[in-house]
């Protein structure tokens, strides 16, 4: 009887419907904070600390709920209310609804969690996202542990051959080399939050000591959800060994993830032909410093190819990146017959490099940039890329390059997919997100292109040409204000000057349009003559725009390229002058949409 006594004093008094709404209450607010915490980037230990003060508050509540009563007056102990006048069944009646109510939301929110929250935040992609596969990996840059920073291009290029070695392994997703190195330099970064950005269900981590003529490479296999190890193990080898090294860890990872590999565990596509270690060594110095993508970097990346090439004449691969350098060095920064030479030094290695090795997939992405650049015929580029791809298929690099040669086309929706399918294994590349934004804004798809611009903004905030986008974005929509506001944030002066004139003009500022105008004309004409004449196109001035595309193509200003997906000079792509305009430069009559 004491026990019933109890048990309906504790009904009389309302303590377990408290009890239901607190319980209720915590696990909602527990719910929000675990999904909401994510986007803010508040670190998971708030959660947990969230759930242990619920816990050590329920037994709190839950005397608070048998000592106080509320009544009309206030709150009062339970002693002090006169049986006549409590109010404790109505207030039953209230904490049943407050029950309801609480898992109404409850029910609501495991619904937005299913059918909402938990979609693709892909650009453009509307399926249900799922766990991260399990045979699925990043590679995060193995440590310098050599006690000297010089040696960091070593451990970064043997972080990148175990990249690529690891995606000739079948069924697995490895993410690029872009988005791993987003944590090089971030040694405390929580394991789940890096697998949840990356997309995988394993990270490889370690370090490499390189001293003298050995190297020791530390490496393990860890579960990114909880940080637990799976698989580790110590390379303790000669350097000239590097190779073997490389292609042990490949095959020790794959035993470790149970997938098979395709054939053997392919040897790394860098290696030096007569497996000269010397050469090795001055090629990754070569994509260290054509890493840092500027005029010193570059210049440093081809006198470290040069290196490599002397030391081993038949160095295919490292023939092919001083290509690409070459190419990138004269299409962003340098103009006139010092392009050109550049542009013919680039021809003559890529030539070399397939020469040495047709099969070579890098060998036919540096030509077909090459071209895309330099050819009257942009169909001949997009032929070296696709076979570049059909070469290597799984590199996302090469995706990238394709996709972007196609929207120098015209052939937007395929650029979409190809940049979304290569943003798929490297999901941090700021750049890439870049070029998506400016196809979809091209396809007049401005959610998804602010989406995807925003994206590359998160995670490149100083980079140059992504607030320039943005404002083309918000003109596009016809809110000039907001565009106004994406200008004025753009850190490249040249970039910043060319999104004044285009969103002033927006807004009706005439004025401050044509001062920013005049600006690019008098300090830039000789490499923003394209970008003058998007100016022109957006001001709705087609006469003095295809002047200044004549006076592009002159210059053989390589922003011809983006003719086909630029929106204000597609606005004319029926005036005959523009369809004369693209037969000119090799583009197709009309943009393909």
């Given at each position: 009887m004491a026990k019933d006594g109890f048990l309906q004093e504790l009904r009389r008094r309302n303590v377990l419907r408290a009890g239901a709404v607190y319980a209720a209450s915590a696990w909602l607010l527990v719910q929000v904070a675990a999904e909401v915490f994510p986007f803010f980037h508040v670190a998971e230990w708030v959660v947990r600390w969230i759930v242990v003060a619920a816990i050590i508050g329920l037994p709190f509540w839950l005397a608070f709920a048998w000592f106080y009563e509320f009544t009309p007056q206030g709150l009062k102990l339970e002693s002090q209310v006169d049986p006549a006048e409590s109010i404790a069944r109505r207030m039953g009646k209230k904490l049943d609804r407050w029950i309801i109510a609480i898992l109404a939301l409850a029910v609501v929110l495991l619904l937005t969690n299913q059918l909402v929250l938990h979609k693709d935040a892909s650009v453009g992609a509307n399926a249900v996202l799922s766990p991260a596969p399990a045979k699925s990996i990043a590679v995060l840059p193995l440590i310098n542990e050599s006690g000297d920073p010089h040696d960091q291009y070593f451990s970064d290029g043997l972080s990148e051959e175990l990249i690529a070695a690891l995606t000739q392994i079948h069924d697995l997703k490895v993410i690029g080399r872009n988005s791993s190195f987003q944590f090089r330099d971030d040694h405390q970064a929580d394991n789940s939050g890096i697998g949840r950005k990356l997309g995988?269900?394993?990270?490889?981590?370690?370090?490499?000591?390189?001293?003298?003529?050995?190297?020791?490479?530390?490496?393990?296999?860890?579960?990114?959800?909880?940080g637990s190890s799976l698989w580790s193990q110590i390379f303790d080898r000669e350097l000239k060994d590097i190779f073997a090294v490389q292609s042990d860890i490949a095959q020790s990872v794959a035993g470790a993830l149970k997938v098979t590999l395709l054939g053997k565990a392919a040897e790394s596509s860098d290696k030096p032909p007569g497996g000269?270690?010397?050469?090795?060594?001055?090629?990754?110095?070569?994509?260290?410093?054509?890493?840092?993508?500027?005029?010193?970097?570059?210049?440093?990346?081809?006198?470290?190819?040069?290196?490599?090439?002397?030391?081993?004449?038949?160095?295919?691969?490292?023939?092919?990146?001083?290509?690409?350098?070459?190419?990138?060095?004269?299409?962003?920064?340098?103009?006139?017959?010092?392009?050109?030479?550049?542009?013919?030094?680039?021809?003559?290695?890529?030539?070399?490099?397939?020469?040495?090795?047709?099969?070579?997939?890098?060998?036919?992405?540096?030509?077909?940039?090459?071209?895309?650049?330099?050819?009257?015929?942009?169909?001949?580029?997009?032929?070296?890329?696709?076979?570049?791809?059909?070469?290597?298929?799984?590199?996302?690099?090469?995706?990238?390059?394709?996709?972007?040669?196609?929207?120098?086309?015209?052939?937007?929706?395929?650029?979409?997919?190809?940049?979304?399918?290569?943003?798929?294994?490297?999901?941090?590349?700021?750049?890439?997100?870049?070029?998506l934004a400016a196809d979809l804004s091209a396809l007049g798809r401005l959610d998804e292109a602010e989406h995807a611009i925003r994206k590359a903004i998160e995670l490149e905030p100083a980079e140059a040409f992504h607030h320039r986008q943005l404002a083309i974005i918000e003109i596009?929509?016809?809110?000039?204000?907001?565009?106004?506001?994406?200008?004025?944030?753009?850190?490249?002066?040249?970039?910043?000057?060319?999104?004044?004139?285009?969103?002033?003009?927006?807004?009706?500022?005439?004025?401050?349009?044509?001062?920013?105008?005049?600006?690019?004309?008098?300090?830039?004409?000789?490499?923003?003559?394209?970008?003058?004449?998007?100016?022109?196109?957006?001001?709705?001035?087609?006469?003095?725009?295809?002047a200044w595309l004549e006076r592009a193509w002159d210059q053989r200003d390589p922003g011809i390229t983006g003719l086909l997906y630029d929106p204000f000079l597609l606005a004319y792509k029926r005036d005959p002058r523009f369809v004369a305009f693209c037969k000119k430069v090799g583009l197709p009559v009309a943009a393909k949409r």
């Amino acid at each position: 009887m004491a026990k019933d006594g109890f048990l309906q004093e504790l009904r009389r008094r309302n303590v377990l419907r408290a009890g239901a709404v607190y319980a209720a209450s915590a696990w909602l607010l527990v719910q929000v904070a675990a999904e909401v915490f994510p986007f803010f980037h508040v670190a998971e230990w708030v959660v947990r600390w969230i759930v242990v003060a619920a816990i050590i508050g329920l037994p709190f509540w839950l005397a608070f709920a048998w000592f106080y009563e509320f009544t009309p007056q206030g709150l009062k102990l339970e002693s002090q209310v006169d049986p006549a006048e409590s109010i404790a069944r109505r207030m039953g009646k209230k904490l049943d609804r407050w029950i309801i109510a609480i898992l109404a939301l409850a029910v609501v929110l495991l619904l937005t969690n299913q059918l909402v929250l938990h979609k693709d935040a892909s650009v453009g992609a509307n399926a249900v996202l799922s766990p991260a596969p399990a045979k699925s990996i990043a590679v995060l840059p193995l440590i310098n542990e050599s006690g000297d920073p010089h040696d960091q291009y070593f451990s970064d290029g043997l972080s990148e051959e175990l990249i690529a070695a690891l995606t000739q392994i079948h069924d697995l997703k490895v993410i690029g080399r872009n988005s791993s190195f987003q944590f090089r330099d971030d040694h405390q970064a929580d394991n789940s939050g890096i697998g949840r950005k990356l997309g995988v269900a394993t990270l490889l981590e370690g370090t490499a000591r390189k001293q003298g003529d050995r190297v020791r490479i530390v490496v393990g296999l860890i579960l990114a959800s909880d940080g637990s190890s799976l698989w580790s193990q110590i390379f303790d080898r000669e350097l000239k060994d590097i190779f073997a090294v490389q292609s042990d860890i490949a095959q020790s990872v794959a035993g470790a993830l149970k997938v098979t590999l395709l054939g053997k565990a392919a040897e790394s596509s860098d290696k030096p032909p007569g497996g000269n270690i010397s050469a090795y060594n001055a090629y990754l110095q070569g994509k260290f410093y054509d890493a840092r993508v500027n005029v010193d970097g570059y210049r440093k990346a081809i006198d470290f190819y040069s290196e490599a090439i002397r030391l081993d004449p038949q160095y295919a691969m490292a023939y092919a990146r001083q290509s690409l350098t070459w190419t990138n060095l004269a299409a962003e920064q340098l103009s006139g017959a010092e392009a050109q030479q550049a542009y013919g030094k680039a021809r003559a290695a890529a030539d070399n490099a397939l020469s040495l090795n047709p099969n070579l997939a890098l060998a036919h992405a540096a030509r077909g940039w090459l071209l895309s650049y330099t050819t009257f015929d942009q169909t001949v580029p997009e032929a070296e890329f696709r076979h570049a791809l059909e070469l290597a298929p799984n590199d996302s690099e090469i995706k990238n390059d394709l996709a972007s040669e196609l929207a120098v086309l015209g052939q937007l929706e395929e650029a979409v997919t190809l940049t979304q399918q290569a943003l798929a294994t490297d999901p941090l590349h700021a750049g890439w997100y870049g070029n998506l934004a400016a196809d979809l804004s091209a396809l007049g798809r401005l959610d998804e292109a602010e989406h995807a611009i925003r994206k590359a903004i998160e995670l490149e905030p100083a980079e140059a040409f992504h607030h320039r986008q943005l404002a083309i974005i918000e003109i596009q929509r016809g809110n000039s204000e907001a565009a106004l506001r994406a200008a004025a944030l753009e850190p490249d002066s040249i970039w910043k000057t060319n999104a004044l004139a285009l969103a002033y003009a927006a807004h009706g500022d005439h004025a401050k349009s044509d001062a920013a105008l005049q600006t690019l004309i008098d300090q830039h004409a000789g490499e923003s003559a394209f970008q003058i004449a998007q100016i022109y196109a957006a001001r709705k001035e087609p006469d003095r725009m295809f002047a200044w595309l004549e006076r592009a193509w002159d210059q053989r200003d390589p922003g011809i390229t983006g003719l086909l997906y630029d929106p204000f000079l597609l606005a004319y792509k029926r005036d005959p002058r523009f369809v004369a305009f693209c037969k000119k430069v090799g583009l197709p009559v009309a943009a393909k949409r």
